[in-house]
């Protein structure tokens, strides 16, 4: 089915679905061009909490965004009334494949339908769910790191992208402060993250099998790569059990993984240690004020 690009992006909102670590922040990246970015939860904590973030950080990004003009965040709890004239749709709810097909059931019968769809999963291609979208040429992966810190995005076809709509993204994205890397064939886990995830599931092999605790294995990757944090820190800052989400669907499309990870990982869930957010992980956290 043929597309038409979306017009006048530079005044039309953009919206984000989910205000959780990774959608807050891709609001706060979004807001660096002047434009209404709408921030969509219906959690009204995580919602105002997701928006308070954005409005405090957004500042500090701006001087590093040549250009940057300040946005105006607004976090919503009605989903049409969030879509609404929308050019730009971003999802970034948790990895569940039945949520995100309900999901983008939803987003496409309420956006308008010149609006590009992008899915920040970090472990399901939107071919997935491609059938909850009439028009699949809109869809796209779009997947961001851990921004304003990890500045790449990978861009991904669903299989039946218009091309077009893949070079519109990797045109602007430059202007947010955001590097596009275009993924060439369909990849579960896209680039960056099949790599990292062979590292996740090593560094907790060796904690499962004591053979180091967190802090050495930090320390010793930390020297030897030249990195800010170590895996069991960053970790700690996605969440354990995003990371136990993730690995879960890695081990049920590729068997023979190793069990002991996700043996660890739902152990310290258990007992209540889910990183950064719970205020224990691999490390204590202190009490955000």
Known sequence: MAFQLPERIDTRPMVILGAGTLGRRIA???????????LYDPNAEVRNAGVAYAQEQLPKVLETI??????????FDDMAAALKGAWHVVEAVPEKLELKKSIFKQIDELSDPDAILASNS?????????????????????????????????????????PAVIELIAKILPGY????????????????????????????CVIAQGVAKPAVIDAIFRQAMGTRVGPCRAMDNVGLDVVLS??????????GLPEAPRT??????????????????????????
Request: hydrophobic share 35%; proline share 9%.
């Open 66 to 75: 040549p250009d940057g003009k300040p946005g105006t965040i607004v976090g």
């Open 28 to 38: 706060l990246m979004m807001a660096t061009r002047g434009a209404e970015i709408r």
């Open 246 to 255: 993730i690995e879960e669907h890695y081990a049920h499309e590729i068997p």
């Open 122 to 162: 970090s472990s399901y291609p939107t071919s997935a769910f491609r059938d909850s979208v009439k028009n699949p040429a809109r869809l796209l992966n779009m997947h961001y790191l851990m921004p304003p810190q990890a500045t790449p995005v990978e861009l991904m076809s669903c299989g039946k992208t218009d």
């Open 177 to 204: 402060g955001l590097t596009p890397y275009i993924v060439e064939a369909e990849s579960m886990g896209f680039i960056y993250n099949r790599i990292w995830a062979a590292i996740k599931r090593e560094a907790l």
């Open 264 to 289: 660890l990982l739902k152990k310290m869930i258990a007992e209540g240690k889910l990183g950064v957010k719970s205020g224990q992980g691999f490390y204590d956290y202190p009490p955000k004020k």
